[in-house]
Nanobody, 120 residues
Framework: QVQLVESGGGLVQAGGSLRLSCAASGSIFSINVMGWYRQAPGKQRELVAAITRGGTTNYADSVKGRFTISRDNAGNTVYLQMNSLKPEDTGVYSC??????????????WGQGTHITVSS
């Protein structure tokens, strides 16, 4: 069974920084894309950033220049460094991973989410 566990959320003042981590564990053969999504109160979940196994990244326009996604392939871990945080960054941040446990079938797995509150 595969699990994705996030850590690093919390309360921070506007302009501050946070670093999120998401570790995938279990019977994992390989992980392709890993990403971070967020859902603000009353809004739909949106992509924040994603990274391929080879290191190609993609960011939402709203976080470009402030957030940095990275990953440790050996440790099946993805990180999100968030700087210059704004109140509109508040929400539940969830990681996901497109992974295979047998090399043939690929599925998207999600973490449980971690709350981030940015106070003004």
């Amino acid at each position: 069974q595969v699990q994705l566990v996030e850590s690093g959320g919390g309360l921070v003042q506007a302009g501050g920084s946070l670093r999120l981590s998401c570790a995938a564990s279990g019977s994992i053969f390989s992980i392709n894309v890993m990403g971070w999504y967020r859902q603000a109160p009353g809004k739909q979940r949106e992509l924040v950033a994603a990274i391929t196994r080879g290191g190609t990244t993609n960011y939402a326009d709203s976080v470009k220049g402030r957030f940095t996604i990275s990953r440790d392939n050996a440790g099946n871990t993805v990180y999100l460094q968030m700087n210059s945080l704004k109140p509109e960054d508040t929400g539940v941040y969830s990681c996901n991973a497109d992974l295979s446990t047998d090399g043939s079938h690929w599925y998207t797995h999600w973490g449980q989410g971690t709350h981030i509150t940015v106070s003004s």
